[in-house]
C-alpha cells in the first residue's frame, strides 16, 4: 500500500545543475500534480496532468519541466537549478471526477537546496 | 478567480481548549472546499471537505467546518484540544476548472499543556 512515493528526499544541488524529481503512484489515479511549499507561502501548484500523454502548467511553472507517459509516473525536472528553487516539492495524485471533489493524495515531499 | 484567505498564520491553544481555524475564500461559482493538516515532514492529509451537500461538515481527528455562504466562510473547529492536534493546517478552494487546488498560507497550531 505505498500511495503516492517520491524520491529523493533531499538534494543539494549547484546552481546550474539539473536534476529530476520522481513521483510515482499505484492508485491508477489519472490526476497528478506537483506543488512546491514556501515558508509563508502554503503551496504553489507548478504542473499537472490529468492523463498520460497530457500535461498543462500551473501558477509557477517557470523553470520546471514534466512529462506523463505512464499513468503511474510524473517526473518533475530542473533543467537549471536556481536558488530560487529551493524548497520542498510534493507530488500529490487523484482519480478523475466530473465535480473535482476527489481527494488529493500526496507524497512525503522532496526538500530541495540550491546553492 | 478563486482564493482562500487563512486568518492568522499562528494560533495557540491550551489543551482541552476550543480550536478555531479561520478561512475565507472567493469564488464566483458555487465552491468546493476543503481542509489539510501538515504534520513536521509529512505530507498533507485530508482533514475534510465541502461539496454542496451538508453545510456542516465533520471530519477525522474530531475536526468539524461549517460552509456559510453568506460570510464566503469556512472555519476549522474542534470542541477540545489534544497535544497530537499540533501541526500546520491549509484551507483549499478547487478551482473553476476543476484543475487544481487553490491553498491559503497555512495556519500553524499549538497546542500547550
Known amino acids: 500500500n505505498a500511495g503516492v512515493t517520491q524520491t529523493p528526499k533531499f538534494q543539494v544541488l549547484k546552481t546550474g545543475q539539473s536534476m529530476t524529481l520522481q513521483c510515482a503512484q499505484d492508485m491508477n489515479h489519472e490526476y497528478m500534480s506537483w506543488y512546491r511549499q514556501d515558508p509563508g507561502m502554503g503551496l504553489r501548484l507548478i504542473h499537472y496532468s490529468v492523463g498520460a500523454g497530457i500535461t498543462d502548467q500551473g501558477e509557477v511553472p517557470n523553470g520546471y519541466n514534466v512529462s506523463r507517459s505512464t499513468t503511474e509516473d510524473f517526473p518533475l525536472r530542473l533543467l537549471s537549478a536556481a536558488p530560487s528553487q529551493t524548497s520542498v516539492y510534493f507530488c500529490a495524485s487523484r482519480i478523475r471526477t466530473l465535480s473535482d471533489t476527489g481527494e488529493l493524495f500526496f507524497g512525503e515531499g522532496s526538500r530541495l537546496t540550491v546553492l | 478567480a478563486q482564493s482562500v484567505t487563512q486568518l492568522g498564520s499562528h494560533v495557540s491553544v491550551s489543551e482541552g481548549a476550543l480550536v478555531l481555524l479561520r478561512c475565507n475564500y472567493s469564488s464566483s461559482v458555487p465552491p468546493y472546499l476543503f481542509w489539510y493538516v501538515q504534520y513536521p515532514n509529512q505530507g498533507l492529509q485530508l482533514l475534510l471537505k465541502?461539496?454542496?451537500?451538508?453545510?456542516l461538515v465533520k471530519g477525522i481527528n474530531g475536526f468539524e467546518a461549517e460552509f456559510k455562504k453568506s460570510e464566503t466562510s469556512f472555519h476549522l473547529t474542534k470542541p477540545s484540544a489534544h497535544m497530537s492536534d499540533a501541526a500546520e493546517y491549509f484551507c483549499a478552494v478547487s478551482n473553476q476548472a476543476g484543475t487544481a487546488l487553490i491553498f491559503g498560507k497555512g495556519t500553524t497550531l499549538s497546542v500547550s499543556s
Open positions: 465541502y461539496t454542496s451537500a451538508a453545510t
